[in-house]
């Protein structure tokens, strides 16, 4: 399984990567909110029980300008981890 530090590091990077503005990123909850255009972005690398990670991208309010933002996001995601 990949470090919590490195599908932190993309995780904010891939955000970044697709013009997500980080407003907040709180490493100890995991958390990365921000927005892009008119949405609001939540970002969540999650710890599980069998010493995996899982990232969970939610996002609010999208426009028409927002769409496919999460497919985005997803593959930025993986770039960054080398998948």
Not at 24 to 52: C, E, F, K, M, Y
Not at 73 to 80: I, T
């Amino acid at each position: 399984p990949a470090s919590f530090d490195r599908s932190w590091n993309a995780a904010l990077g891939a955000a970044q990567d697709v013009g997500i503005a980080v407003a907040a990123a709180d490493r100890s909850s995991g958390l990365i909110q921000g927005r892009h255009n008119a949405a609001t972005a939540t970002i969540a690398v999650i710890p599980q029980a069998d010493g995996r990670l899982r990232i969970q991208f939610d996002a609010r309010g999208l426009g028409p300008q927002d769409q496919g933002l999460e497919d985005r996001f997803v593959q930025a995601y993986n770039r960054r981890m080398g998948r």
